[in-house]
């Protein structure tokens, strides 16, 4: 379902921050992306989700090079994904509500159904009682957690998460993490950068391991 | 699915236009006020083409006539003039009261007719206007009909008054529209600019909204709504600021400005002109927010 292959991405001549990387990832799949700060894993998920472009190789999602769609048609791409950003890139002007419906609102869901989802994404992700605050006024945790909400509120079929435990306590994590599952159980393919070892044990069902932009082993979980 | 979309980009232009309503309100003024100055020029030449067509009406228009003419001709000449729609009254001036009125008005030149042998004075038809706007081309087309007859040997007519009038009228449009045209670019440029600044201020918001899947259209329809909105409500607030004007003008400034009052008076905006200058403020709005969206938002 994802290919990649002979992945480059060099953001400053003569740092390399992917070298040829190349991986497959079938449709289904629950998979770890791991390795050290600085490895490589958040440029393979701004890649396969194409906020940035690589300098070489190519990217087929479901056999369609996505390196070759038109930019104004990118946005069809994006609709199949959930993402869940480092940095959350929350509105903070906007309350916890509007910031999980943008992914629907954009559809053109009818007003009841977008309110019905975005509730389910938030209880799943236990902060259905802050739908009306704002971001600001939530603590780091509480914001990853919106961040997650908006992620999975589309139904997903590809979910990419960059980090999503990072700031969350091990209970919270690990809460998380069992959604994400559960989201996999519906058909979704779910690929987590992290390097949290615990969860990884965990959860993984495959782990690509990467250390100075280089894929330097895989570990497949029965 | 279409409807509740376009309900939501029309909130979501709501809501910035009220985020950042003091910008907002700055590029209101502008508009405002540029449009505010082409609205006074045109009421001004309003008033000078209304002027103009008012002395056209009061002034007479002589038909001077063969003074061989015989009075069946005659009568045909002024039973034509008096058909037109234009006209109001027609009198037949003879040679002796052309004389007469001459030697009312000049007393002073009374002898050199005493020792002319004849009347030098050929007899005419002296029109007046109808009480109604009557456009100088009109005029002019009448004129030159009557002008075609057999008989009718000449036309007096006060043209020049008229035509100053009229071409003075164009002038003050013509600046109006000068000046105008450099407000409204100036505004344009604001505006562009003003929603430029809320495109930035936004930028995390249109960022997320593009990773989410939004489309390009998407995101640009509430930054040309706002400048939509912007420049409609400027030109709504020059007309209002223009027709109180209008009605404050004579009543605390006309009196201080004697003779030149009517020249200088505003005249009321006509609803086709009225149209024109809110579709102008519209139009100008939304293109400012076009250049500045499609200049700033590459997605």
């Keep these: 379902m994802i290919e990649l292959y002979h992945i480059w991405k060099q953001y400053q001549k003569p740092y390399w921050a992917l070298s040829d990387v190349t991986l497959e990832i079938d449709s289904g799949e629950f998979c770890f992306i791991t390795g050290p700060s600085g490895s490589g894993k958040t440029t393979l998920l701004k890649i396969i989700f194409r906020e940035i472009l690589p300098t070489e190789g190519q990217i087929l999602i479901d056999r369609i090079n996505i390196l070759k769609i038109p930019d104004h048609k990118i946005y069809k791409l994006r609709r199949l994904m959930g993402i869940v950003f480092q940095d959350f890139r929350l509105m903070f002007h906007q309350p916890v509500f509007s910031n999980v419906a943008i992914p629907l609102q954009i559809t053109g869901l009818p007003d009841k159904e977008i309110r019905r989802r975005v509730f389910n994404s938030l209880r799943q992700v236990n902060m259905h009682h802050k739908m009306w605050e704002f971001p600001s006024r939530l603590s780091y945790g509480e914001q990853q957690r919106v961040a997650i909400a908006r992620a999975i509120v589309n139904h997903p079929k590809i979910l990419l998460a960059d980090e999503p435990t990072g700031n969350l306590d091990p209970e919270l994590a690990f809460e998380i993490m069992t959604i994400f599952k559960e989201i996999n159980d519906q058909g979704a393919t779910v690929i987590i950068g992290s390097h949290d070892r615990e969860l990884i044990r965990h959860f993984g069902h495959r782990i690509f391991f990467l250390q100075k932009g280089k894929i330097v082993g895989q570990e497949m979980k029965p | ?299």
């Design chain 2, 1 to 299: 699915m279409i409807f509740r979309q376009l309900r939501y980009l029309f909130r979501a232009a709501g809501h910035n236009l009220w985020n950042f309503r003091g910008r907002n309100s700055f590029s209101i003024l502008i508009i405002s006020f540029s449009f505010l100055v082409i609205g006074m020029f045109l009421a001004l030449s309003n008033n000078l083409s209304y002027l103009g067509e008012q002395l056209s009406k009061n002034l007479a228009i002589s038909f001077f006539l063969d003074r061989n003419l015989p009075p069946e001709k005659t009568e045909e000449i002024k039973k034509t003039i008096i058909d037109s729609s234009l006209i109001d009254s027609v009198i037949y001036v003879s040679q002796e009261e052309a004389q007469n009125r001459f030697r009312a008005n000049f007393p002073e030149l009374k002898d050199i007719l005493d020792n002319l042998k004849s009347n030098p004075f050929p007899p005419s038809l002296e029109a007046r206007f109808k009480n109604m706007a009557i456009s100088l081309t009109a005029i002019t087309a009448f004129i030159d009909n009557i002008k075609r007859l057999p008989g009718v040997l000449d036309v007096q007519f006060n043209q020049d008054w008229v035509e100053k009038m009229q071409s003075l009228s164009r002038l003050v449009k013509a600046i109006g529209f000068f000046l105008g045209a450099i407000f409204i670019l100036a505004s344009f440029f604001i505006i562009s600019n003003v929603v430029r600044l809320n495109v930035f201020a936004r930028h995390n918001e249109i960022e997320i909204q593009r990773l989410v899947g939004a489309t390009n259209t998407f995101i640009r329809i509430p930054f040309l709504i706002e400048g939509f909105v912007i420049g409609l409500v400027g030109s709504l607030l020059a007309i209002f600021i223009l027709f109180l004007l209008t009605k404050i003008f004579p009543v605390y400034l006309g009196g201080a400005l004697g003779a030149a009052k009517q020249l200088i008076a505003l005249k009321p905006l006509t609803l086709e002109q009225i149209i024109w200058l809110i579709a102008g403020g519209a139009i100008t709005g939304t293109l400012g927010s076009v250049t500045a969206v499609s200049r700033f938002l590459r997605v």
